[in-house]
């Protein structure tokens, strides 16, 4: 097997942030990209329409200081659980209250999945 050259890879790169860039601006379904410690990094506006809140407000935050939850804790480590290497998470039902709509109770049905997932590159490690 050849390995790619620079270019190729960085032809890769590039069609690739060109497809993860679609895909948030055009998805009718909420998406977000959160960081080790769960922070918002990227979501769509879908996302930031069921909520109530503009993007901006969420970047760089944490997920619980935007949603208000009742289920002591249960989604965050649900989350964290993916994060540390877990087994990626689909169709779960999660009950919770987004601040930008604090007189709106919402069930979704959410799915996690390392950015890394399907890659034969080690997951990165995670702080605690």
């Known amino acids: 097997m050849v390995p790619a050259s620079r270019s ?4 890769r790169v590039k069609t690739d942030l060109a497809f993860l860039d679609a ?4 998805c009718p379904i909420g998406l977000v990209m959160l960081d080790q410690d769960l922070r918002y990094v990227r979501l769509n506006q879908a996302l930031a329409d069921m909520d ?10 944490r997920m619980d200081e935007i949603m208000i939850m009742s289920d002591g804790g249960e989604y965050r480590r649900m989350l964290r659980g993916v994060a540390l290497g877990g087994a990626p998470v689909v169709g779960t039902p999660v009950g919770m209250r987004p601040r930008g709509h604090p007189d709106r109770d919402q069930v979704r049905s959410v ?10 590159a080690r997951a990165p490690e995670w702080a605690g």
């Open 8 to 11: 190729d890879e960085l032809d």
């Open 23 to 26: 895909l948030f601006e055009t």
């Open 52 to 61: 109530g809140l503009p993007i901006e407000a969420r970047l760089g935050r």
């Open 111 to 120: 799915g996690f999945s390392p950015p890394w997932a399907g890659r034969s």
